[in-house]
């Protein structure tokens, strides 16, 4: 079997190719529209968090985050107090950041932090870093207590192709094999578990989180919104898409790509060529740039307001203050000019304009497939929007007449 076969990116990237060469969209134009409460409706958000937050795994960050023992974070963005931790034993270990003696927040580390043990600031109940209850103050106090029973609550948690990975139900499992499908294969050839932790950011944004998913699943938006940043490296509205399970495998063309039609395969540069951008369900972006890759998690908190954290690993850690500088000026641009001032900046300016009642849909043409495909991926978890809605206003009468 050649090396082709085994990379799946390789057969979008055909595709690809023949829409450059044929000067076409992926699929044929076609216009759909999408009822504007799909994003601002508040029972469909409390749905939306039971049907596809609340069992999952989620990946929290690049594995590199924690590389030496005791290094720790905490994560409060996805419904529950998370505390993710590398043991003694180097295995990456996920709690329920809950003391087991009155409930109090064990840890505050948003950011990396390291200690050897976490000890709760109420009465001092002391844990190991794999979570085992080590120490409780006057224990005599608590007569035949048994410690083994109020070890920290333990998420599943895995470290696999350089990501972290939670489910936040404590009941739940990960099997990344039958969820990720062939997009592990893509994670490994971009070299992801051998990528250096470089920064990550943290912020809170009024849009609801699936404008943020949809602004990196069409190609028709990249020329336009960002032509004052990154828009002059890609070619306009070239781009291809395809679902995988849930996850959706995209891939831009940028201006070097016409040179790839007449090499053959095995020279075909999926950094340089185009840029890969791969949602990763259920919240997920992961954006393949040339030198550096951003993973952007969203969480989100309501209908009109998500949490947004972007990640960025590169090859291998720099050197050299040039080699810094560079990747310092590379992070402003695409998280400061490109994620920030546009992307972002740009969901919650349709957020608002969504809020005002002025549209009762939006339009998808027929440059944006991925936001159909994402569409679909969301409903067959949650269930048509439309039967929802009509499956509460059948209910309304029924509450009036009680």
Sequence with gaps: MTATANDPRYALFETLI????????????????????????????????????????????????????????????????????????????????????????????????????????????????????????????????????????????????????????????????????NIATDLDNFGLKDDYFFKQTVQTRKANWKLIVEAFQDGYHVTRLHKNTVGGFFMDCMAAQEPVNQHIRSIVARKEFEEAANLPPEQWDFRNHASFAHFIWPNTIMVFHPDYISQMALYPQSSGETVVVHSCVIDKKPDSEKELAHFERGFDIIENGVFNAEDLHTCEQAQIGMDSGANDTLLVGGHEGGLRTFIRAIEGTTGRFEDFIKAREQKIPCAQES
């Design 18 to 181: 023949e829409c450059v060469t044929e000067n076409r969209p992926q699929e044929p134009h076609q216009i759909s529209e999408i009822d504007v409460r799909f994003y601002t409706d508040d029972d469909w958000y409390q749905h939306e968090q039971q049907t596809i937050f609340s069992d999952v795994p989620l990946i929290l960050g690049p594995s590199t985050m924690l590389t030496e023992p005791g290094q720790h974070f905490t994560h409060d963005h996805a419904g529950k107090p998370i505390l993710v931790v590398r043991g003694r034993d180097k295995k990456l270990r996920a709690f329920l950041n809950v003391c087991r003696h009155r409930g109090v927040r064990l840890a505050n580390a948003p950011q990396v932090s390291r200690k050897p043990t976490f000890t709760c600031p109420y009465h001092h109940w002391t844990y190991g870093l794999d979570g085992t209850l080590a120490n409780v103050p006057v224990e005599e106090s608590f007569p035949e207590f048994d410690k083994n029973c109020r070890n920290l609550v333990q998420l599943p948690c895995k470290e696999a192709h350089g990501l972290i990975w939670v489910n936040p139900n404590k009941n739940g499992e990960i099997k990344l094999e039958q969820f990720l499908g």
